[in-house]
Structures are given as structure tokens and as C-alpha cells.
């Protein structure tokens, strides 16, 4: 069984999978706003929009990466395998 087809990323397909990911890039964000001045304030910051944006546009990034589907609808659509 790959990360593909995995309860991670149906998981991850799932409206509270969706939160989850844009909870986790909003903190991440803030968390490198507030250390802007460093180098790694930055990094993060920037790192943070990924999941950010895959919760806001319902792709699974890990899924697609492991020769799976992209979107989340698509995992939903196939009932949970990628």
C-alpha cells in the first residue's frame, strides 16, 4: 500500500482534512511573520502557503506526489482510493 491509497489521504480529502491544512499554513505563516527578521522566519512563512493552498483548493499534495490523484474530489470520487 503507497501514501496514494492510504487512510492519510482519504484523510486528507476530507473536509476536516481540508481545515486541518489550512489551520496548519495559517500557523505557519504567523509563525514566520512574527520571525520575519531571520532567515528562517521567512522560509517558514513562505513553506506555510503550500498547505495553505491545498486545503484552500482541495488538492492532496502527497497523494498526487506518490502517483496518486491530485485533487480531493477525485479521491472522493474513486471512494477513498487515490
Do not use: E, H, Y
Not at 522560509?43 to 506518490?66: Q, S
Not at 479521491?75 to 482510493?81: E, F, L, P, T
Request: aromatic fraction near 10%; proline fraction near 1%; include cysteine.
Amino acid at each position: 500500500m503507497s501514501i496514494a491509497d492510504s487512510g492519510f489521504a482519504r484523510f486528507m480529502s476530507t473536509a476536516a482534512g481540508r481545515i486541518l491544512r489550512v489551520v496548519v499554513g495559517l500557523a505557519l505563516i504567523a509563525w514566520g511573520v512574527v520571525n520575519w527578521g531571520t532567515t528562517a522566519g521567512v522560509v517558514v512563512a513562505i513553506v506555510g502557503l503550500v498547505p495553505l493552498f491545498a486545503g484552500a483548493f482541495d488538492i492532496c499534495i502527497f497523494a498526487g506526489l506518490f502517483g496518486g490523484v491530485w485533487s480531493g474530489k477525485g479521491i472522493r470520487a474513486r471512494g477513498g482510493q487515490a
